[in-house]
T-cell receptor, first 112, second 113 residues
């Protein structure tokens, strides 16, 4: 069964550094998403991406964040200058609406 | 705005016990409702869904009914197994062209033999 994959599984970085989280969505899906979950809190929507542009974004997704589909398979989330409060589990998802969103296993980001 | 509230965990049950995890929502319009499950070390997996009022979603012995009058989507299972130990998330999709899922906080279930 096709699945969404994410790398790395755990990323540790220093405050102020840039990080790129990578995702490979399911190949025939058209929409891609990033969500995050701060420890002990809700899973929160960050952004959705369709046809090479942002479709929706939340208030969390400020100028420090960007997304890109650099080639035909990868979907990335970049955080330009990480803050302590960016420490969270980041989930990638994909689908072709109205079908279910399929989630990856997540990347745990730790900002020191 | 949209929101989902689900019962706080953790919940610990003995094998074969009855499970209920409460979930209520606030939304405008006619959202779709979901239960996702996260097993240790894995991503979120869809467990079941319901797209309109009075629909019942079911999968692997789990059930939930979309109750518009009480704005609820409680998850139930008649007899839990150790393998059901996981974190369960209630979520809504607002529809009307928006595809952003709104999640509850998650309920950790531990089933002991």
């Amino acid at each position: 069964e096709p699945e969404v994959t994410q790398t790395p599984s755990h990323q540790v970085t220093q405050m102020g550094q840039e990080v790129i989280l990578r995702c490979v969505p399911i190949s025939n899906h058209l929409y891609f998403y990033w969500y995050r979950q701060i420890l002990g809190q809700k899973v929160e929507f960050l952004v959705s991406f369709y046809n090479n542009e942002i479709s929706e974004k939340s208030e969390i997704f400020d100028d420090q964040f960007s997304v890109e589909r650099p080639d035909g398979s990868n979907f990335t989330l970049k955080i330009r200058s990480t803050k302590l409060e960016d420490s969270a589990m980041y989930f990638c998802a994909s689908n072709t609406p109205p079908d279910t969103q399929y989630f990856g296993p997540g990347t745990r980001l730790t900002v020191l | 705005g949209n929101s989902v509230t689900q019962m706080e965990g953790p919940v610990t049950l003995s094998e074969e016990a009855f499970l209920t995890i409460n979930c209520t929502y606030t939304a405008t319009g006619y959202p779709s409702l979901f239960w996702y499950v996260q097993y240790p070390g894995e991503g979120l997996q869809l467990l079941l869904k319901a797209t309109k009022a009075d629909d019942k979603g079911s999968n692997k012995g789990f059930e939930a009914t979309y109750r518009k009058e009480t704005t609820s989507f409680h998850l139930e299972k008649g007899s839990v197994q150790v393998s059901d130990s996981a974190v369960y998330f209630c979520a809504l999709l607002p529809g009307a062209g928006s595809y952003q899922l709104t999640f509850g906080k998650g309920t950790k279930l531990s089933v002991i033999p």
